[in-house]
């Protein structure tokens, strides 16, 4: 990933900490590779504009990369990775002073073929946000309750809560179809 390798090279020569120099780049950057359709679809679920998304990917990869040694144990390196894209998607609606939220996620559709699974994306797209982010997690990324709260800064019962209705609005959706 050409984005990742510059960003590493770029954070490696503006900081000033010894202790990166001892990281093994090449797993970070598998462990990217990995993860970045989830950090496109969460990002994008979250912010409509696909050049505040890139920014938001990079900005995530460069704080991951510069907090690595933060994380507790690479199992946990997905909801960690995905908290901080959140948390990068919010300051950068705050910073711009404006709130557009996702309306039409047609253009994840690149990766699913089915025409039932792009009907659900497009369902999806038009609820709230909570309920778009939850059921991304949940169905899209494959993530426990317990890592869904940790990347909503959440309990898991309100993750419960939020999935319950999330799943109550989007059958009443389809029913009504």
């Known amino acids: 990933m050409n984005l990742t390798n ?5 954070y490696k020569t503006s900081s000033k900490k010894e202790s990166i120099e001892t990281i093994d780049e090449n797993r970070f950057i598998s462990l990217i590779e990995d993860n970045k359709v989830a ?3 969460l990002a994008k679920s979250i912010v409509k504009d696909d050049f505040e998304v890139e920014d938001i990917i990079s ?19 997905k909801p ?8 990068e998607c919010y300051s950068t609606i ?13 253009a994840l559709n690149l990766r699913y073929e089915d025409n ?9 797209s038009n609820m709230d946000e909570d309920s778009r982010v939850i059921l991304t997690l949940f169905y899209y990324e494959d993530m426990t309750i317990k890592d869904i709260g940790k ?8 993750v419960k809560s939020r999935l319950s209705r999330a799943k109550a609005k989007l059958k009443t959706i389809l029913e009504n179809q």
């Not at 510059?6 to 770029?10: A, E």
């Not at 960690?80 to 948390?87: G, P, Q, T, Y």
Request: net charge positive; hydrophobic share 45%.
């Open 80 to 87: 960690w990775l995905m908290k901080i894209l959140v948390n």
């Open 6 to 10: 510059n960003i590493l090279k770029f």
């Open 151 to 158: 990347v909503l800064n959440i309990s898991q019962g309100t």
């Open 59 to 77: 900005e995530t990869i460069l704080k991951a990369y510069g907090n690595l040694h933060k994380l507790k144990s690479a199992a946990s390196f």
């Open 39 to 41: 950090l496109y679809r």
């Open 94 to 106: 705050r910073k711009s002073s404006r709130i557009e939220l996702k309306e039409d996620m047609e």
């Open 116 to 124: 039932t699974e792009g009907y659900l994306i497009s369902l999806i």
